[in-house]
C-alpha cells in the first residue's frame, strides 16, 4: 500500500518534470530562443520545474483540514513546523533518533522528522497543540506540570505526545514497561524519573482516551 | 516528605513551573520557531578534510539550484568588522581567537564551515550546500591526545604551572598510598534543541537576533562588536533555550555566519545546525588523561596528593579550565602538587560543560580516595571525614557555610549504607555482583552581579524583569518564588520576564551563580519595594502616619501594623492612595564585599548501588541517592529536578558517553545520538535528591548556593567505585562498556 503510493509520488513528479522540459523546449523554439536557451543553460528550467513538482496533500492536523501543495521531500515535521507554523513538535534531530518530533498520525506515535508529509495524504496529524481541549489541558500535560517532567521543556512535547500513546498501546503497566517504551525520548535534562511519575500519575487517574 | 532532613524553620516552597504550561502545550518558543515574513534559511557546508587549505571552491552548482539566493564562502564573504580588531568577535573564552568564520581559506578542524548556502526553504539550501564542491591542500591531521603526549609539549604559561602546596612529592614517603591513571574521553553536550540563530537587520546598524543563548547580554556584547554596533541597536531575544549545560555560553562562529548572511541578502535568515553539527561547532568536554597519586598516614590522615592531567583544546584556542582545582580544595591536605596541561590539536574548541573542570578532575581524585580506603580498610565515608577541611585548604578562610557532613549523614542514612559489606565482591543477588559506591563533588559558589526592575501595580501584581535566559533550571520559577516568600504575594500574581537584551541587563546563566546573583537582586528589590510602599501609605488615614518599614508587616498581599492587624490595607489601595500606578524599583545587586573574609563551597555526596552481571559485564544503576549541601532551596520542586537531571548526566558519562574520533582522519565517527550514547528512560532508575537545606549567611540575602553543577560532579566516581565493590575490578577509563568490565582482572 504504502509502497505503491510511493511509486504514484515518483511517477508523477516524473511525468510532470519531462512534461515540463518538453514544453520549455517547445517554447524555446516557438518563443524567444536565445534567452531561453540561455535559461536553459542556466538551468532556470529546473527552477520552474520544481514548481511544478509539488504534490496536492490533503490533511487534517488537529481537527483542522489542510489543502496543500507540498514537495515530495518535505518531512511532516517541517511542514508542521515551517509551513503550518505549529512549532510545538520539536526537531532534535532530524534522524529519528530523539523523540522530539513525536505527533500521532491517525493516533498512532509517529516520529515526524521520519515521515515524508506527502506520505500522509487523508490522514489525520495531532501535535502537541491539539491534545488540549479548550483552556483544558489534557492530563498528561498536566500531569507533566504536577510532577515537573520537564526543565528546558524542549523534549516535552514529544515525551507528552509518546506518553499518552504509551498508555493506549497498553505498555503502561509498571515501571519498566514505560521505561522501556519511552526511551525512544531523550530528554537531556535528565528530567526520566519524572516523567515516569507523570505517567504512572494518569494511569492511575484512569488513564487516557 | 522527610526530603527537608534539616528543617529550616522556612518549608520549601513546591511551586509549579511558572512557564510550565508554554512547555507542555507547545507555545513555548525557541529560537527556530519565530516566522519573519520573507524568511531565508542557511545551512552551512563543512569541511570533508580536517587540516590544510582551501585551494578552490566551486559554488555554481549551489547557486544555480532552485530557491538559492546566496552562497557565502571565504572568497565573497562580507567583512565583519571586528574581525580585524584582532579580538575575537564570537567571543574568546580563556585563551586564543575563536574561528573567524569564512575569513580565510585554512581549515583547522574536521566540519568546519566552508560555506553558508542560503535558500527560501530549509529544503533547498539542504539540497543545494551538498552541491558544494571543495578542493583541498591536506595536511595530515593530528588529534590524538595520547600522541601528543608522547611528541608535542604542552601550552606554557601561568595557568599551566606546576602548583605545589607545602612538600613536593610528600605522598611517595607516606605507609599507605596510591597512583593511578585516570582517562576521561569528549563529552558533548548534545542539549535537545538544536543550536540555532534567527536574524532579522532592520537596516544597516540595527539587527534583532532571537538567539539559544544561556546569556542575551553576552551574545548582545558580541554582536555588537563583531559588527561595530551600538548597544541599543542590537536587540537579543531568547525567551525559551532548550538547554545548555555550557554549551550556549558563549556566541560561536555560525551565529556571526547568520548575521552575515542576513546581512547580504537583506532578509531575514534563520540557521539551525544539523545534530552532526552540533558536536564540531559548539564545544565539547575536552578529553582528559589524568595521573592521581594519594598518600596517607595508616589512620588515614592525608600526607601528600599529586594530580597531573592533561587535555585537549583547539590549534586556535587555549581552552583551559580548573581541571585539578579539586585536587587543592576538597580535603584538608597539606602537600599538593596539581600539574595541567593542554595539548593544541586539529580537533575545534572545547568549552564549558556541566561542572566544568571539577567533573573531570573529580573522576581521579574520588576514586583516588577510594582506592586508597580500600588499602587502608577503611570505610571510604569515614576516611572522607578524617581529612574534612575545617577551613578552606587553599587560603585558610573560613567558609561563608559548609554543611558537607551533614550530607554525607543525609546521603549514607538514605542509601543504607550500613547494609554494604566493606570486602569487594561481597554482596550478590541472584547471579548479579552488587555494589555500594559513593563520592563527594565540589563547586565554587559564585555571586556576580545583576540588575532587575520590579514594578508593584495597583491591582496588586507585581512585574519583575531582568536580562537574563533560562535553559531549563527554572529560573523564573526560582524568582518568582523568592519574590512571593517576601512580599507576600500569591506566585500567581507574580510575572518574571527574561529573555530580552533590552530588560536591566541580568548575568549569564552558568556556573551555579543565577539563583544567587539574580535572586539577591529579587530580594533586595523587594526591600526597596516594601520601603516604598510603606512611603506612600503614609498617604493612608489607617495607620495614622505610623509607617516605619519596621513597624509593618507584609503578607498575603497587606500591609499591616504589627501588633493590630485591624490597621491592614492592600498593597493596591496603598499604591490607589498614593495616586500612583506602580510603585517602581531598579535595583543594582552586587556580591557582598564581607564575602572577601570567606570561601564559599556547594557539595554534593552521591551515592549508589549497582548490579553488575558478572557473564555478561552489564551495570544496572540500582538505586541512586544524592544529596546536596547547596545553602537554601528556593524552590524545591525545580531544585529536585536539577538535582536529579545533574545525577543523569553523570551517569551519562560514567556508562555511556563517549566522543569517538577516528586519528587517522581527524574525523568523528559518532556524531549522531545513535551513535553517540545519552541515556534514555530505560537507563535511569528511580533518582532520590535530598539537600540539607540551611542558608548561607553571607553570600547573598537569600541564602542559596549553586546547584547545577555539584549534581554532576563526582558522579562517575560513585559508579566506578561501586562496581569495583561490586567486582573487584577497577576500572580507571570511562565510559565504563561492558567490554572494559569483562576485559578487567580482579583482585
Ligand atoms: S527530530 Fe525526529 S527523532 Fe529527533
Ligand atoms: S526537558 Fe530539556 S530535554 Fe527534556
Redesign the pocket.
Known sequence: MTNEHEDDVLRAAHSRRSFLKRTTAAAAITLAPAALVKAAEDKLDEKGAEYFEKLPLQIEVNGKPYSLQVEPRVTL?DLLREQLHLTGS?????????????VHVDGQRV????SLAVMQDGKKITTIEGLQNGDDLHPMQEAFIEHDGFQCGYCTPGQIMSAVACIREGHAKNDADIREYMSGNICRCGAYPNIVDAIKDVVKKGGVK | MDKLFFDTNAPMADLDRVDGRAKVTGAAKYAAEYDLPGMTYGVLAGSNITKGTITAIDTKGAEKAPGVIAVITHLNAPKIPGYDEGTNPAKGQTGGKGLRIFNDNIIRFNGQPIALVIADTFERATYAASLIKAQYNKEAPHTDLVDAMKTDKPLEGQRYNEVVRGEKDAWKGAPVKIESTYIMPIHVHNPMELHATTVRWDGDDKVTVWEKTQGVKSTQQSVMQAFKLEEKNVQVNAQYVGGGFGAALRTWPHAIAALMGAKKTGKPLKLVLTRPQMFTLVGYRPEAIQKIAIGANTDGRLMGMMHEAAAITSTYEAFNEGLVKMTLQLYACANVTTKYNIYQLDVSTPTWMRGPGEATGSFPLECGLDELSYALKMDPIELRLRNYAETDPENGKPYSSKFLKEAYELGKDKIDWKRRNPEPKSMKDGEWQVGYGMSTGLFGAFRGQANLAAKLYADGTLLLQSAVSDSGPGTATAMVQIASDAMGIPANKIRFELGDSSLPPGPTQGGSSTTSTLGAAVSNACVTLKKKLAEAAKKSPVFGGDVAVESLDFSKGELSLKGDDSKRLSYGDVIKGAALSSIDVIENAVPNPAMQKYSAYSYSVHFVRVKVHPLTGVVRIDKIVTAADAGKIVSYKTAESQMIGGVVGGLGGALMEEGVIDHRYGRWVNNN?ADYHVPVHADVPHIEAYFVNKPDPVLNPVGSKGMGEIALIGFAAAVANAIYHATGKRIRQLPITPDKILEANSI
Do not use: E, I, R, V
Not at chain 1, 532534535?92 to 518530533?101: E, H, K, N, P, R
Open positions: 515535521l520539536k526537531k532534535g534531530c532530524d534522524y529519528g533518533q530523539c523523540g522530539a518530533c513525536t516520529l515526524s522528522c521520519l | 545520538l
